[in-house]
């Protein structure tokens, strides 16, 4: 049996009971923080609801003091020691994760512990924004979860910009090994969310502050990596960006229908990648991806896919684009070292 330690910021509505949390946006723009225990039972994950524990509310902009939970104090326990501290150890790597549509609070933080285990980190961070789950996706659906992640941007952007503060303000031998991980509709919230930090906060957005950012079934434009588009601020921040695509995605073909036909980041992967910056990397899973599958939108693979999930697995531990087993070069698309594909075999 393990446990892993999930501390979280979220602007979902509190409903007590076994949900913890609901799907509707907290009022006056408010969030909270929080931790729970996450337990794995064989190859399940399950939140122990009697380890939850929930900060006071909090307002963005407020100045309010920031509780145990909040992500910058899950940075300082994995940053490295400051000028008047007495700790030896380097620092920690973590893990912050943004899920997407269709997911509730505990299929959010049971996903960062999923994540958390396989980067293998002790204790990881969730934003989680006010999604709902349904068993059958329709536009509808897709439609009211939009409106919700557009609703959270100002909450992500305070949580976001709280962790950027606090990093900016470390030497960079002090940083913890971050890694930023969005899933879906969790990409459309972080480019939000960055891009006006980018825009009214520049100071904090500094080279090289997460070890990497990672982008699966992205929820945004093909284009959303090009200087001026919303995740453009990533390619500052990351050292490394790794984006997960598959082509017959059914969750971003409602995507595609909503938003009048856009060419989602991920159904194609990034636009023009030859052109873009040389940290990017396309993976293509569209062999693989319904492996698995615990239902057919082919939108879960993170989840479901082994192939993909060793390969995350892989980028997560920092081995480089060559090594990683068993992807090979896309020669439908190819850009030598960065355009790759999973293949069955």
């Not at 039972?41 to 145990?68: A, L, N």
């Not at 999930?309 to 892989?314: C, K, L």
Request: charged share 20%.
């Amino acid at each position: 049996m393990t446990t892993i330690k999930v501390q979280f910021s979220t602007n979902r509505n509190y409903v007590g009971g076994l949900d913890i949390f609901g799907s509707e946006v907290r009022g006056n723009t408010e969030y909270v923080n929080g931790s729970v225990d996450v337990v794995r039972y064989g190859g399940q994950w399950r939140i122990d609801v009697g380890t939850i524990i929930i900060g006071p509310p909090i307002r963005p902009g407020s100045g309010k003091f920031v509780d145990e939970n909040g992500i910058s104090a899950y940075a300082r326990k994995l940053s490295g020691p400051g000028s008047s501290s007495k700790r030896k150890s380097a620092p920690g790597r973590g893990l912050v994760f943004i899920h997407g549509f269709n997911t509730d609070f505990r299929e959010a933080i049971e996903d960062t512990a999923r994540l958390a285990h396989l980067y293998e980190v002790s204790g990881a961070y969730c934003v989680s924004w006010p999604a709902l789950h349904v068993e059958k996706i329709s536009i509808d659906h897709y439609r009211a979860d939009k409106r919700k992640a557009t609703a959270s941007a100002q909450f992500a952007l305070s949580a976001l910009r709280e962790l950027l503060t606090f990093l900016v303000s470390r030497k960079k031998a002090e940083l913890p090994i971050l890694q930023i991980v969005a899933h879906s509709m969790g990409n459309y919230v972080l480019g939000q969310a960055v891009q006006r930090i980018n825009a009214k906060n520049s100071n904090i957005v500094k080279s090289d502050l997460f070890e990497g950012a990672i982008l699966i079934a992205a929820d945004e434009a093909d284009n959303a990596l090009s200087r001026g588009k919303p995740l453009a601020p990533l390619l500052k921040l990351a050292k490394k960006v790794a984006v997960y695509y598959y082509g017959s995605d059914w969750a971003l073909t409602a995507s595609r229908i909503v938003n009048k036909g856009w060419a989602p980041l991920g159904i194609w992967g990034p636009r023009d990648l030859a052109n873009l910056p040389g940290q990017i990397t396309s993976i293509d899973c569209s062999r693989v991806a319904l492996e698995n599958a615990e239902d057919d939108t082919g939108h879960g693979y993170l989840r479901t896919a082994p192939k993909v999930i060793a390969d995350i697995r892989q980028v997560l531990a920092g081995d480089a684009p060559d090594d990683i087993q068993p992807r090979l070069q896309n020669y439908v698309d190819p850009v030598p070292g960065r355009a790759w594909f999973i293949p069955r075999m």
